[in-house]
């Protein structure tokens, strides 16, 4: 039997329900759940609901491997309010026929009891009364731990969260084999590159364009002559017609740039048995090991929230052995130098006007017809960056390289911040109007990330990210086969997949659940853009469907889990963006179709 706990708890009706539905599911499970009961005895309680009484009492516990019980509580007079008095850990069950008596009422309760404690009911002429106790108490059938479920609810929760994981025993090979971070704004995929490793950046406000018309001249001449010919039944006719309804396509989500990281030719033979590289849902980083020429090297990235900045920790187990160069780069048109505070700036701007798309498999872009003239070339939205490299101290030596690279040598370990701005003001501001300075900006946030040290940073990032995360936890029923379980818990997460068809794990199933709710925590968050058609995440100057907010389902997909997985704040930059998107679409309703209405296409973007 399987449940979701959550903090809000539900409505009084449906807790009922629910405990009527698992009622009559366990009746029918009865003879694989089976409770144990020892009792009753004779003893002297004394506590502040009851005086010196004499009771008789009976213990409860749960065989190993069931995950909920319940107890029936039982009063004679339909108007006495029933008096059960129960600490903040744990319930127990007694078989229903143990209260069936004459002139009893008998009303149920759901209820768990966690690992290492006992259950007493005392029960007097009138009232039951529940009573939990560590299990080194003595009275009765002392419960022993191997035979009791730990409930989900009261077990570690560091312990439990730490096992959401997901993991690569080798380097990334393809885009969608590295591992996303972001805060909402910022956004990261780590490759885990080893002699050279790549972190692509996105900022969710890079986009080609400017702001346009989108009432569509002609759109209400075009439209007279669709109908006519879907009227007259030319199909074909009509849809070659329809194009002439949308104007020019739409722009295209762009990417920020890379951080480049590259090492001495001895870390290319390392040794792969050593590799892990993995994304740890509980606190939102990535954490990669190797080991390469008897030395450990670790490697360690977060994107925070309340810093604005990408984070990213070198480490070695042997002093003076960490050696690298830092670099950054882009494919849109930029220009990346090291300042006077050794400081990498990357400063750079998207197109204007976008490429024009891909038809009929025409994969050159310098062949496409463009659908504007070769002589306007609007001002885009410009984007800056700021890479700040800190040390360890004794021997440890900082270079520039050609004036753009950042060279370590002999350090313990090294932190690298990453902050970036753009110049994007609104969907009604036209970039070249903009007052935005985003080098600026870029160098406040910086100065801001380093007023913290790492752990402060770290810290301050995982407290952020757990007030969201840990809303929601589900667990689900797993295999007695603790060999199994182990095995598991060290496999990649590509083979646990694979696996899944013959082994039905049901941890895997936990591990999806949550990792769609820590996607839409890291790229959607109060004051960002919205979850556009690959979440902040972006490698490519022509993404797939352009990387936009697909208005058919692809958007409202992304948003699923927003209210059902306690995550409403995630969902704000969605409405603001509705908002934003009524605007014009009402403009165009009124030109397209002559009435006060409002249109959206299937897709859209940021202006």
Request: charged share 20%; net charge neutral; proline share 5%.
């Amino acid at each position: 039997m399987r449940h979701v706990w959550v903090k809000a708890p539900p409505t009084a009706h449906a807790f009922y329900a629910t405990l009527e539905r698992d009622f009559r599911e366990r009746e029918r499970e009865r003879e694989r759940e089976r409770i144990r009961v020892c009792g009753p005895h004779l003893i002297t309680l004394k506590s502040k609901w009851l005086s010196s009484l004499h009771i008789h009492f009976t213990t409860a516990h749960l065989l190993k491997g069931y995950s909920q019980i319940f107890f029936f509580f039982g009063r004679q007079s339909i108007n006495t309010e029933p008096k059960i008095c129960l600490p903040k850990k744990g319930f127990a069950f007694q078989e229903p026929s143990f209260y069936k008596k004459k002139n009893l009422k008998v009303e149920i309760f759901m209820m768990i009891v966690p690992k290492g404690f006992s259950v007493f009911l005392f029960l007097d002429f009138v009232f039951i009364f529940v009573v939990v106790v560590e299990s080194r108490f003595s009275v009765g059938v002392p419960v022993k731990d191997s035979d009791v479920w730990g409930s989900s609810l009261e077990e570690d929760t560091s312990t439990r969260f730490n096992k959401l994981e997901v993991r690569f025993n080798a380097p990334a090979k393809h885009w969608t084999d590295a591992l996303p971070i972001g805060n909402g704004r910022l956004g990261a995929m780590v490759w885990g590159g080893v002699a050279n490793d790549t972190i692509n950046l996105n900022e969710d406000t890079l986009w080609t364009g400017t702001p346009g018309e989108y009432s569509g001249a002609g759109a209400i001449t075009a439209l007279s002559e669709v109908r006519k010919l879907v009227d007259n039944g030319l199909y074909a006719e009509a849809t070659s017609a329809a194009l002439n309804l949308s104007g020019e396509p739409s722009n295209v989500y762009q990417l920020l740039g890379d951080i480049k990281l590259e090492f001495s030719d001895s870390h290319a033979a390392y040794i792969e048995e050593t590799y892990r590289r993995v994304l740890d849902l509980d606190t939102a980083t990535v954490k990669m090991q190797y080991s390469a020429d008897k030395i450990e090297y670790t490697r360690e990235y977060f994107a925070s929230k309340p810093d604005q900045a990408i984070v990213i920790k070198l480490s070695t187990n042997e002093t003076s052995s960490l050696n690298f160069t830092v670099s950054l780069d882009s494919k849109l048109h930029h220009h990346s130098y090291v300042n006077t505070k050794n400081q990498i700036l990357l400063e750079g701007s998207c197109p204007g006007r976008r490429i024009p798309p891909q038809v009929y498999g025409n994969e050159n872009p310098a062949k496409r017809s463009p659908f504007y003239s070769e002589d306007e070339n609007p001002k885009g939205i410009q984007f800056s960056s700021v890479l700040d490299l800190q040390i360890s101290d004794g021997a440890c030596e900082l270079h520039v390289v050609d004036g753009r690279k950042l060279q370590v040598t002999g350090c313990d370990w090294a932190v690298i911040r990453l902050t970036a701005s753009s110049s994007f003001d609104g969907p009604f501001t036209n970039p070249v109007d903009s007052k935005r300075d985003p080098g600026l900006e870029s160098l406040n946030a910086m100065e801001s990330a380093k007023g913290y040290s790492y752990t402060d940073l770290y810290a301050r990032h995982v407290n952020d990210y757990q007030e969201l995360f840990h809303r929601v936890s589900l667990q689900l029923s797993r295999s007695s086969n603790s060999s199994a379980q182990n095995e598991v818990e060290v496999i990649t997460t590509a083979q646990r997949v694979t696996l899944f068809k013959t082994y039905e794990d049901p941890s895997m199933v936990e591990l999806l659940f949550q990792y769609g709710r820590y996607l839409l925590i890291a790229c959607s968050r109060p004051g960002t853009q919205p979850s556009n058609l690959q979440g902040i995440w972006n490698k490519d100057i022509e993404p797939a469907w352009d990387g936009a907010p697909h208005l058919n389902i692809n958007l409202q997909m992304n948003y699923w889990p927003s209210l059902s997985c306690n995550l409403k704040e995630c969902q704000e930059p969605l409405f603001d963006y509705i908002s934003s998107l009524s605007i014009n679409g009402n403009k165009t309703a009124k030109v397209k179709t002559s009435f006060f209405l409002q249109i959206l296409i299937y897709s859209s973007y940021i202006f």
